[in-house]
């Protein structure tokens, strides 16, 4: 369907399926595999319209809303979904499936990176996030090896299978494909000292239900605070220090605040403990060390171009980039990071 034709379906599903009358139904903000839309009711209230495309696993989808309304209920900023006049969470006409929750104003997504009061903010509300989610029916806290979340074995398999497979068709020199393929063997070879430095860690870590993917793009702020969290995942238990070092050190920030992320992380984590004071001294200690850890041991974007060429933009390979040199960033700065984290946390 057209751009134009969807605006005229999306209307017609919130009328009919919604009982919400719109005034107007626009394009919203871009998203990385839906297309969204915002539209405005007879009373001029707002409504974020999430419109998935074919092939996409809905009850997946009703999982993750139903996290993130439990989270909600738990009190967590977190949208509230509106449901069809039959209950449901996504509804299905004319080719299309939707989800609608309120629209959030006046709000930014975190991708311009933390500074000020915002790194307090964010981790009291990942750490309120985290001791909400703890209780969730899927199942309590259980500790999981270090080695689990950092997993080096299979950062060592998945580089060389890249390699391998660049080795037989080599990638064309100067572009994103040859700085993949130039980066996973510079990768490769610093496993052994990342496995290294990784015996510091915890024998164990926390793992919970957590968000899944609490990234930059999906944490809303408003001046100094966190409006809102958006678009979780499905419940499953994750490391919680993993999430919280994902948000708080993100590359961006990391990069463009070389003399504030390591204070500005200390902020963070102090927050997070006094909102979740269930988490071990010893795991938020190990906050850069795991964020480090995990950047070291992804693959992630340096497989796209293989495996999912359509999805290389511009803004990937910004990422992509920055993402690696953030891990250095975390590593050369690693036991000054936690030296600091020592003091905030006695």
């Not at 139903?66 to 989270?71: K, P, R, S, V, Y």
């Not at 738990?74 to 449901?83: H, I, L, T």
């Not at 100094?224 to 919280?244: K, M, N, Q, T, Y």
């Not at 891990?327 to 946390?345: C, M, P, Q, Y």
């Amino acid at each position: 369907m057209s751009g134009e034709s969807d605006v005229m379906v999306v209307a017609g599903i919130l009328a009919l399926l919604y009982r919400i009358t719109p005034s107007a139904v626009g394009e919203g903000p871009a998203g990385t595999a839906t297309r969204n839309y915002v539209a405005e009711d007879r009373e001029g209230r707002r409504w974020f319209v999430k419109a998935y495309p074919r092939g996409t696993e809905l009850e997946a989808e009703r999982r993750a809303l139903a996290l993130g309304e439990a989270a909600r209920a738990a009190g967590a900023p977190v949208p509230a979904v509106r449901q069809t006049v039959k209950g449901e969470m996504i509804a299905s006409a004319d080719g299309l499936s939707v989800s609608v929750t309120e629209y959030i104003a006046d709000a930014e997504t975190a991708e311009g990176g933390l500074s000020g009061g915002r790194w307090d903010a964010v981790g009291g509300a990942v750490g309120r996030l985290h001791r909400a989610l703890a209780s969730h029916p899927v199942g309590p806290p259980r500790p999981v090896a270090a080695r689990e979340v950092c997993d080096v074995e299979r950062a060592g398999r998945r580089l060389e299978e890249l390699l391998a497979r660049w080795a037989t068709v080599p990638p064309a020199p100067g572009g994103f494909a040859a700085w993949c393929a130039q980066t996973a063997r510079q990768r490769l070879a610093a496993l052994p000292e990342v496995a290294a430095r990784l015996e510091a860690l915890p024998v164990a870590l926390t793992a919970q239900v957590v968000h899944g993917d609490l990234a930059s793009p999906n944490l809303l702020m408003r001046g100094e605070g966190v409006a809102a969290v958006i678009d979780f995942r499905p419940p499953g238990h994750r490391s919680a220090v993993w999430e919280l070092g994902r948000i708080v050190l993100d590359p961006r920030t990391v990069l463009a605040r070389p003399d504030e992320w390591i204070p500005g992380l200390a902020r963070a984590v102090g927050a997070y403990r006094v909102a979740n004071p269930e988490l071990a001294t010893e795991e938020l200690l190990a906050v850069p060390r795991v964020a480090a850890g995990y950047m070291a041991c992804s693959v992630y974007p340096l497989s796209q171009p293989l495996e999912d060429p359509a999805s290389v933009t511009p803004a990937l390979e910004a990422y992509g980039r920055a993402r690696h040199e953030a891990a250095g960033v975390l590593w050369e700065r690693l036991e000054e990071a936690e030296e600091v984290l020592r003091d905030v946390l006695r």
